[in-house]
């Protein structure tokens, strides 16, 4: 699964990495090494003309349900089954978003305890992983755009870690994620699959990361 995750890059970091006019693009963003569910994310998502970089709130609301409490339960969807799932159906064929990342966590399973992980590209660079978006219209007329991160089978990296990865993509698949013409399921669900072990690395982090209530740059430390 992914609970967790950080983005500590800067607005302009953002931008440059993924091509966003300075008109289509949120007009703050602070750096955050502790992201969780609930919160609102940087997304991005393809407008039929430009990708437009924005804030979705992390917990997918089905634009069918009756209220957004399940939003705090739909914070992953599993890759084999999005075709099966009524809430991940039509955004999977629909509306598909990239949600930048410079890094995970996961905890890892110990005798008496559980020891955090922070998983990146070994080049440090920024990556996106596969989500899907969808917008719930409130009995007061308000709308909320939700979404949730796709999860995949783990690679050697991550299988002593847990036995769920997030889908990331790879830089020249991203715009085929985003492509509002690209509904051929079986296309779409061959880059959902485990990020090449060798490209990652994984490297134990303080405790502090298990309250969401820390959100600073000491989340990220290596320990050594």
């Not at 609970?3 to 966003?20: A, C, H, K």
């Not at 979705?56 to 599993?78: C, E, F, Q, T, Y």
Request: proline share 8%; net charge neutral.
């Amino acid at each position: 699964m992914c609970g967790r995750y950080s983005l500590t890059v800067t607005i302009e970091e953002l931008m440059l990495r993924y091509e966003i006019d300075a008109a289509s693009a949120i007009p703050y963003h602070r750096p955050q090494y502790n992201i969780a569910p609930t919160q609102l994310v940087v997304s991005i998502i393809h407008d039929g003309h430009n990708r437009r970089l924005g804030e979705l709130r992390w917990g997918l609301v089905p634009s069918w349900a009756k209220d957004d409490n399940m939003g705090s339960r739909m914070i992953n969807a599993r890759s084999e089954t999005l075709n099966d799932k009524p809430a991940y159906k039509l955004p999977f064929a629909r509306k598909r978003c990239l949600i930048p990342a410079d890094g995970f966590y996961e905890w890892q399973k110990r005798e008496n305890s559980k020891q955090p992980y922070r998983i990146t590209l070994r080049d440090g660079s920024i990556f996106s992983f596969a989500g899907l978006y969808d917008t719930w219209i409130a009995p007061d007329g308000s709308k909320r755009s939700t979404c949730t991160i796709i999860t995949t089978t783990p690679n050697s990296l991550m299988a002593p870690i847990h036995d769920r990865m997030p889908v990331i993509l790879k830089p020249e698949d991203e715009m085929k994620w985003l492509n509002r013409q690209e509904m051929g399921t079986p296309s779409l669900q061959q880059l959902l699959i485990p990020y090449p072990a060798e490209a990652m690395q994984a490297d134990p982090v303080s405790t502090e990361v298990n309250s969401v209530r820390n959100d600073s740059a000491s989340c990220i430390l290596k320990l050594t």
